[in-house]
T-cell receptor, first 111, second 113 residues
Framework: KAGVTQTPRYLIKTRGQQVTLSCSPI?????VSWYQQTPGQGLQFLFE???????NKGNFPGRFSGRQFSNSRSEMNVSTLELGDSALYLC??????????FGQGTRLTVV | EDQVTQSPEALRLQEGESSSLNCSYT??????LFWYRQDPGKGPEFLFT???AGEEKEKERLKATLTKKESFLHITAPKPEDSATYLC??????????????FGKGTHLIIQP
């Protein structure tokens, strides 16, 4: 059974640009969550989608947004990138209310 | 606000030297406590879920326990391949589905041969 797939694995962007990251969940999983991981703050919850609806949101500015498609695939977008947005962005999928399984992440570097 | 504190931040052990990692938490209605292992450059790998005080789970050299305020990850006779960062996370009950996971900063474990 294929795991959670995130693309791209690495990304370099310039301040002020925007970026879109993609996540394909485990087959049959309808819940997709996104997390930001930095050395200083650790893993922080961004938002969760279930059946194309955002159900929960963490404490991040509106520059961070996401969406989920009818096949459960999800994208997150960060607009007007700042240097502090450099991080490992992790996607996790789960059956509702069950264990979250993580992808390998997208390493975003903002220069 | 949900909080998770892990200790120690880093731990270096000799191969075969057993120890325990601590995870203290405060949460408004615990739905579950999770342990993950993370290797450098990779996503967290699921280890255990605990749901109620007194619950214990084991997998190979690892054993996780849960009380009302903390969880322990016991590592028995560790091997170098157990070297990783171990993350603890809690999930609270939510009226609209599951809350996101609140993670601790992790314990960086090194097992020396």
């Amino acid at each position: 059974k294929a795991g959670v797939t995130q693309t791209p694995r690495y990304l370099i962007k310039t301040r002020g640009q925007q970026v879109t990251l993609s996540c394909s969940p485990i087959s049959g999983h309808r819940s997709v969550s996104w997390y930001q991981q930095t050395p200083g703050q650790g893993l922080q919850f961004l938002f969760e989608y279930f059946s194309e609806t955002q159900r929960n949101k963490g404490n991040f500015p509106g520059r961070f947004s996401g969406r989920q498609f009818s096949n459960s695939r999800s994208e997150m977008n960060v607009s007007t990138l700042e240097l502090g947005d450099s991080a490992l962005y992790l996607c996790a999928s789960s059956l509702e209310g069950a264990v979250a399984f993580f992808g390998q992440g997208t390493r975003l570097t903002v220069v | 606000e949900d909080q998770v504190t892990q200790s120690p931040e880093a731990l270096r052990l000799q191969e075969g030297e057993s120890s325990s990692l601590n995870c203290s938490y405060t949460v408004s209605g615990l739905r579950g406590l999770f342990w993950y292992r993370q290797d450098p450059g990779k996503g967290p790998e699921f280890l255990f879920t605990l749901y109620s005080a007194g619950e214990e789970k084991e997998k190979e050299r690892l054993k996780a326990t849960l009380t009302k305020k903390e969880s322990f990850l016991h590592i028995t006779a560790p091997k170098p391949e157990d070297s990783a960062t171990y993350l603890c996370a809690v999930q609270a009950h939510s009226g609209g589905g599951a809350d996101g996971l609140t993670f601790g900063k992790g314990t960086h474990l090194i097992i020396q041969p």
